[in-house]
């Protein structure tokens, strides 16, 4: 099918070849971060007959609730632990896979964006992405599915692709991009850490 996924909403997303209603309640994996071999491993084409099983199906659902606790927009299945070539984007209210995903073809030049991922928490980095991308992609009935994408939803259709080929957003940019987005990281841990322990003590007092 061919489709155009608009701007930086994707919330708009919503047709039958994208998705189907989930019946089962999954329970969300864990999350390797930084440092963990497995994000450096490209992951394996998805065989398509393989897609409509009770447990590739669980994975995706379990992808999606994954990405709903940790309130992202996309995750990864090697993020998870899974060796898949599989990927799942989304809000709270939608999520849709995307199974051996690959991009074709790209409008303009790169720009930079900032970026965060669920591996990475609390780093944020200003990444070159493409505006608009098209992409091809089987979504989880199976079906082929080539699309244009836009704005946030291309820039996170981006972001997971890296993941599937090994690639962190780190590896985009430079070693003192990644040490001035290191040191802003450690500021936000320690504010959190002392808003935690004010709490606390508030917390237990008579």
């Not at 199974?99 to 990475?120: L, M, Y």
């Not at 992609?137 to 996170?156: F, K, V």
């Amino acid at each position: 099918m061919n489709e155009t996924i608009n701007n930086d909403d994707i919330l708009v997303i919503n047709t039958e070849t994208n998705t189907k209603p989930t019946k089962v309640t999954y329970d969300p994996l864990p999350v390797y971060t930084e440092g963990h071999p497995f994000l450096k491993l490209p992951t394996k084409e998805v065989d398509p007959s393989e897609i409509k099983t009770p447990d590739f199906q669980q994975a995706i659902g379990q992808l999606k609730a994954t990405m709903r606790q940790y309130g992202a927009v996309g995750i990864s299945a090697n993020q998870c632990g899974l060796n898949l070539r599989l990927f799942v984007l989304g809000t709270d209210v939608f999520q849709m896979a995307c199974i051996n995903p690959k991009i074709i073809a790209t409008e303009g030049e790169t720009e930079k964006v900032r970026e965060g991922c669920v591996s990475f928490p609390a780093l944020f980095i200003n990444v070159p992405r493409y505006k608009r991308i098209q992409v091809e992609y089987l979504n989880e009935n199976g079906e082929s599915t080539t699309t244009w994408m836009d704005g946030i939803t291309a820039q996170c259709f981006q972001h997971e692709l890296d993941h599937m080929n090994g690639i962190c957003y780190t590896d985009k940019v430079g070693p003192l991009a990644v040490q001035m987005a290191k040191k802003r990281q450690a500021k936000i841990d320690r504010k959190s850490t002392r808003l935690n322990s004010s709490h606390v003590k508030r917390s237990r007092m008579p």
